[in-house]
C-alpha cells in the first residue's frame, strides 16, 4: 500500500495534490455563462442562513485540528462578519466555557473519535449549540453526533502524524468561508481571486513538494539540534505552530511555534548565533512585519531560515547571511496549505535521519480516544 514510498508519511505528503483534488471535487463552481463563481456544499447548504445569524461561531478540535481551524479564523470572520472563537477542546471541557443556543461549534477532527473533541461536542449539544462537524471519517462518532457537517474526503490517513488531512481541512475550511460569506459586489474580486486559487492549489502543491531535496538537506544540517523556534503570524501563525508540532512529534526535538508578533515579549532572549530559528514571511498584508522580525533578529546574528514568496529572497533578506525556502504564493488565506508542505517534509527528513520511527512515534496513537 505504500507503493514506491518508504513510509505512509512520506506517502501522505506526497499525495497532496490527489487528496486536495478530492477534496474540492464537485465542490467549486467554475462561473461562466449564467453561472457565477461559487462553492457547493451539499451537508450545509441548508443551514447556511441559520449559520450566518449566529451570535459567533466556535472552532473546535485538538492537535493538528485545531490549526487547521486556526489557519481559517481570519477568512471565515472576513468573509462571513461572524466573529470566530477558538477552542482546544480539552480546554473548553476544563473551564466549561459558556456556550449558547445562539452559537454555531464547528468540530475538527481527522479520526472523529477524539475523545476529547467528542466530548465537547456533547458539551456543546447539551448547551443548545448548533453543532457542525468537519471530519474524515464516514460513520465517525463525531460525524454521527453533529447536526449535519462536511467530509473532507482526504482518503484514508495512516501516518500518526497528520499531513493530508490537514491540508484537506484547510482546503475544507475555506469552502465554508466562501459559502457562509454572501456574494456581495464588495466581496466578488476576493471571492473569485480564492475560488480561482483553489483550483490551481493542486499544481501549486506539485510544485512546492520539488523542495523535497532542499528539505532533506536542511534536515541534514539541523539533525543535532537540541531545538528549533518558528516565528509566523496572521494566517501563517498555524503554519508556525503546526511545522513545531510536525517536528517535535515524529523527529523528537523540541521545537516551538511563535507568534511573531509576541517575539519582544519573552521568545527574543533565547536568540543567539546556534539555534535555528525560521521565519515565515510570505507575500501577505503582515509580510513589512516579518520583514521588521528579520531585521531585529538578524541584528542579534541569530541563526535564520526564511520562507519567503517566490523572488522574494532579496528583499526580505537583504543582508543575506540567512537561508531562504522560497515558495509559490497564492492568495494569503491558501498560503497555509503550501507553506506547511515544507515543514512536513523537514519533519519527515530530520526523523528518517535521527533514526526514529516515522509513522507511529514514540508514545504517541493516531486516534486519542481516551482523555
Ligand atoms: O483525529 P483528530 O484530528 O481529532 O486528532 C487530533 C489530534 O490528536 C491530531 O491532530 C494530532 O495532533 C496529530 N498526531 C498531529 O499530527
Known sequence: KKGNYDYYMQKEIHEQPDSLTTTMRGRLIRGGGDNVKGVLLGGLKDHLRTIRRSRRILFIGCGTSYH????????????SGVPVTMELASDLLDRQGPIYREDTAFFVSQSG????????????????????????????????????????????????????????????????????GEDTLSSRSRREAIIDDL????????EVLKLDYDMKNLAQELMEEQSLLVFGRGYNYATALEGALKVKEVALMHSEGILAGEMKHGPLALVDETLPIIVIATRDATCSKQQSVIQQLQARKGRL????????????????????????????CLQPIINIVPFQLLAYHLTVLRGFNVDQPRNL?????TS
Open 199 to 206: 483550483f490551481n492549489l493542486p499544481d501549486n502543491v506539485k
Open 113 to 180: 473519535e477524539t475523545a476529547d473533541t467528542l466530548q465537547a461536542l456533547e458539551y456543546a449539544r447539551s448547551c443548545g449549540a448548533l453543532c457542525v462537524g468537519v471530519t474524515n471519517t464516514v460513520g465517525s462518532a463525531i460525524a454521527r453526533g453533529t447536526h449535519f457537517g462536511v467530509h473532507i474526503n482526504a482518503g484514508c490517513e495512516i501516518g500518526v502524524a497528520s499531513t493530508k488531512a490537514y491540508t484537506s481541512q484547510i482546503a475544507a475550511m475555506t469552502m465554508i468561508a466562501l459559502a457562509l
Open 305 to 332: 531560515i526564511v520562507m519567503c514568496s517566490k523572488g522574494d529572497a532579496d528583499l526580505m533578506c537583504p543582508n543575506g547571511g540567512c537561508r531562504v525556502i522560497e515558495v509559490p504564493q497564492l492568495q494569503d
Open 365 to 369: 496513537a493516531k486516534s486519542v480516544t
Open 68 to 79: 487547521a481551524g486556526l489557519a481559517t479564523r481570519a477568512l471565515v470572520e472576513e468573509l
